[in-house]
T-cell receptor, first 115, second 111 residues
Framework: ETGVTQTPRHLVMGMTNKKSLKCEQHLGHNAMYWYKQSAKKPLELMFVYNFKEQTENNSVPSRFSPECPNSSHLFLHLHTLQPEDSALYLC??????????????FGPGTRLTVT | GDSVTQMEGPVTLSEEAFLTINCTYTATGYPSLFWYVQYPGEGLQLLLKATKADDKGSNKGFEATYRKETTSFHLEKGSVQVSDSAVYFCALGRYGQNFVFGPGTRLSVLP
């Protein structure tokens, strides 16, 4: 596999469920990001990791819990979500936050529907 | 803080028409500028970039020039195809800071 992969591509969950989104990058990057893309809203940055350390949490509710076990993998753990959390969740990576190429490479996203 | 403004569209063109999507930014210094494209059902793909003033980024027939004097990075293509139908995002980036994305411009190309 090349680039940034995300699983699952589609997820339907009830408000009481617990699920996890997975992201893997095969680019040798050290920075990883979670974004939320909702209809008719700008792209929202949720979390940033640089060399496995969380460097940003943009006031995201605690029902979203990120995990970065190594520079290649990023998870987003979900629990007791609300219907307004339904969106496309995008993972991205870049070389790192302070050097190398600035450009971010995105995965295909996970389309989440909360019922 | 930094900001990016772009025309929100939608933009509807006939095949082989000339495309311009305007993007202007507000920033101090010399950030890097990017155009991303998002096809239906997919994530964002890097289309082109420019890292300093007067740089021209180009890819797949698309071009954009980093204009410091007008703080602009307009996206152009001489002859669009139906397959170019997508949402286009202008973005600004700096080391140690988060990307700033524009709201996206939806392009529809009709045969």
């Amino acid at each position: 596999e090349t680039g940034v992969t995300q699983t699952p591509r589609h997820l339907v969950m009830g408000m009481t469920n617990k699920k996890s989104l997975k992201c893997e990058q095969h680019l040798g990057h050290n920075a990883m990001y979670w974004y939320k893309q909702s209809a008719k809203k700008p792209l929202e940055l949720m979390f940033v990791y640089n060399f496995k350390e969380q460097t940003e949490n943009n006031s995201v509710p605690s029902r979203f819990s990120p995990e970065c076990p190594n520079s290649s993998h990023l998870f987003l753990h979900l629990h007791t979500l609300q219907p307004e959390d339904s969106a496309l969740y995008l993972c991205a990576s870049s070389q790192d936050r302070t050097s190398g190429g600035l450009e971010q490479y995105f995965g295909p996203g996970t389309r989440l529907t909360v019922t | 803080g930094d900001s990016v403004t772009q025309m929100e569209g939608p933009v509807t063109l006939s095949e082989e028409a000339f495309l311009t999507i305007n993007c202007t930014y507000t920033a101090t210094g010399y950030p890097s500028l990017f155009w991303y494209v998002q096809y239906p059902g997919e994530g964002l793909q890097l289309l082109l970039k420019a890292t300093k003033a007067d740089d021209k980024g180009s890819n797949k027939g698309f071009e954009a020039t980093y204009r410091k004097e007008t703080t602009s990075f307009h996206l152009e293509k001489g002859s669009v195809q139906v397959s170019d139908s997508a949402v286009y995002f202008c973005a600004l980036g700096r080391y140690g800071q988060n990307f700033v994305f524009g709201p996206g411009t939806r392009l529809s190309v009709l045969p």
